[in-house]
């Protein structure tokens, strides 16, 4: 049977004998953090072992909604009283410095070109999940302090708007293909399942016109060329992030399917519509590199 004991994985491989392997601290520590944990199972490969935690989790009683808007430079996250912006800029810098390296490649063998392109593609997607990996443990935590219930919008067809004959350029539309919009989505829910916080995620019907239609009258935004992600509203009479906008919306629908009577949504509506939301714009946490090996800071 497995087991664990004094940060030791003990591995029975018959006639009561264990192999064992020793832990690291961080692994430790997860296990020193909740008694509730309990060992599924483990993953042995060459250089890595894998161990499954499991736990009983009861949902949250969220009092709040947020709501997320996904972007291929930032994450907003928020609500009407208060919105926090990611830059997520430094994925597309990854990804654009991984592609010129592979493009670069002019070894004859084709053979070791995919070799090394596969390389570097590893490396590039492990460097955007370790920003993403932040970012979306920031959202949680969050989240988890204030009791706020998560709401996303459902974009799994927007790769249509970016396929080949649509009148868009190759290296445009090889960007937007690069753009890892589930991955974000993937990581925080299953962090906040971990933590019992509700994430749901809103049909296509309930979110269409979120970042076209003002949070605050309900007015249509008019949109200028020359400054692509501002919209205009003519009757609060003041220019509007794109995104800050899809976020409080998604935040007020969320409300309003997760509130348990027309009252309660109607309370804080009137009672966020009072002020205008707090905006933070956060940088991710940088990435560096060092020698052959990456680091992250």
């Given at each position: 049977?497995?087991?664990?004991?004094?940060?030791?994985?003990?591995?029975?491989?018959?006639?009561?004998?264990?192999?064992?392997?020793?832990?690291?601290?961080?692994?430790?520590?997860?296990?020193?953090?909740?008694?509730?944990?309990?060992?599924?199972?483990?993953?042995?490969?060459?250089?890595?072992?894998?161990?499954?935690?499991?736990?009983?989790?009861?949902?949250?009683?969220?009092?709040?909604?947020?709501?997320?808007?996904?972007?291929?430079?930032?994450?907003?996250?928020?609500?009407?009283?208060?919105?926090?912006?990611?830059?997520?800029?430094?994925?597309?810098?990854?990804?654009?410095?991984?592609?010129?390296?592979?493009?670069?490649?002019?070894?004859?063998?084709?053979?070791?070109?995919?070799?090394?392109?596969?390389?570097?593609?590893?490396?590039?997607?492990?460097?955007?999940?370790?920003?993403?990996?932040?970012?979306?443990?920031?959202?949680?935590?969050?989240?988890?302090?204030?009791?706020?219930?998560?709401?996303?919008?459902?974009?799994?067809?927007?790769?249509?708007?970016?396929?080949?004959?649509?009148?868009?350029?190759?290296?445009?539309?090889?960007?937007?293909?690069?753009?890892?919009?589930?991955?974000?989505?993937?990581?925080?829910?299953?962090?906040?399942?971990?933590e019992g916080i509700p994430v749901i995620?809103?049909?296509?019907?309930?979110?269409?016109?979120?970042?076209?239609?003002?949070?605050?009258?309900?007015?249509?935004?008019?949109?200028?060329?020359?400054?692509?992600?501002?919209?205009?509203?003519?009757?609060?009479?003041?220019?509007?992030?794109?995104?800050?906008?899809?976020?409080?919306?998604?935040?007020?629908?969320?409300?309003?399917?997760?509130?348990?009577?027309?009252?309660?949504?109607?309370?804080?509506?009137?009672r966020n519509l009072e002020h205008d939301?707090?905006?933070?714009?956060?940088?991710?946490?940088?990435?560096?590199?060092i020698g052959s090996a990456t680091h992250?800071?």
């Amino acid at each position: 049977m497995l087991c664990i004991e004094n940060g030791i994985l003990k591995i029975p491989i018959g006639n009561r004998q264990y192999f064992d392997i020793q832990l690291n601290k961080y692994v430790q520590q997860i296990l020193a953090s909740d008694s509730n944990l309990i060992v599924r199972s483990f993953t042995l490969t060459v250089n890595s072992v894998s161990i499954a935690f499991a736990k009983d989790v009861s949902e949250r009683r969220c009092t709040m909604t947020v709501g997320i808007d996904r972007n291929l430079r930032n994450v907003t996250c928020g609500n009407f009283e208060k919105l926090v912006q990611y830059d997520l800029t430094q994925a597309i810098e990854v990804t654009e410095a991984t592609n010129d390296v592979i493009k670069s490649l002019k070894r004859n063998d084709v053979r070791t070109r995919k070799k090394l392109a596969s390389k570097y593609g590893r490396r590039r997607r492990n460097r955007i999940n370790q920003l993403l990996h932040r970012v979306s443990k920031h959202i949680v935590q969050q989240a988890k302090q204030n009791n706020k219930a998560i709401f996303f919008e459902d974009i799994r067809r927007i790769r249509q708007l970016y396929q080949r004959g649509n009148g868009q350029g190759r290296q445009y539309r090889g960007m937007m293909n690069s753009w890892s919009f589930s991955e974000i989505k993937r990581q925080i829910e299953y962090k906040a399942r971990w933590e019992g916080i509700p994430v749901i995620q809103l049909s296509v019907k309930d979110t269409r016109g979120t970042s076209t239609f003002c949070p605050q009258c309900g007015e249509r935004l008019q949109g200028d060329r020359r400054l692509r992600r501002q919209l205009w509203c003519k009757e609060c009479r003041r220019w509007q992030d794109r995104d800050i906008v899809a976020a409080m919306n998604l935040s007020l629908k969320g409300w309003m399917l997760f509130a348990h009577s027309k009252g309660i949504a109607g309370e804080a509506m009137k009672r966020n519509l009072e002020h205008d939301p707090i905006i933070l714009r956060v940088d991710a946490m940088k990435l560096s590199h060092i020698g052959s090996a990456t680091h992250y800071s």
